[in-house]
């Protein structure tokens, strides 16, 4: 690791490195994750020489929670899901609704 992290920022890069593999992330990949973010932290703390725009405005990693990160499909339940439970709860014509048709009547649009 970089000389210039403190022990602190480096237990941090660990700590976020060994959870990163355990949600699946490969070992260089998870590497890359803890040093993005510690990196992303020092800029923001003013500890680095330069850093990027976006690593000083917007919210810290931390902060964001992953808002960003993963893949930029459709979020929510499937169709599937939403009919099962618009049959549970008894709504008429469910089986010719769309999905959203579907999250309108089940009131989670």
């Known amino acids: 690791m970089p000389k210039e992290w403190t022990d602190k920022q480096e237990r941090q890069y660990e ?4 959870s990163a593999e355990d949600r699946g992330a490969g070992p260089r990949r998870a590497e890359e994750i803890g040093a993005r973010i510690v990196n992303k932290n020092r800029a923001r703390a ?22 960003r990160s993963g893949r930029g499909g459709p979020k929510g339940l499937t169709r599937d899901q939403l009919y ?26």
């Not at 700590?15 to 060994?18: A, L, N, P, S």
């Not at 003013?46 to 808002?67: F, I, V, Y």
């Open 46 to 67: 003013g500890q680095t020489k330069t850093a990027s725009r976006t690593s000083l405005t917007g919210k810290s990693p931390q902060q964001r929670g992953g808002q």
């Open 15 to 18: 700590h976020i490195k060994d």
């Open 84 to 109: 099962n439970e618009a049959k549970q709860r008894n709504i008429k014509g469910r089986s010719k609704m769309t999905k959203s048709q579907l999250a309108a009547a089940l009131g989670k649009d």
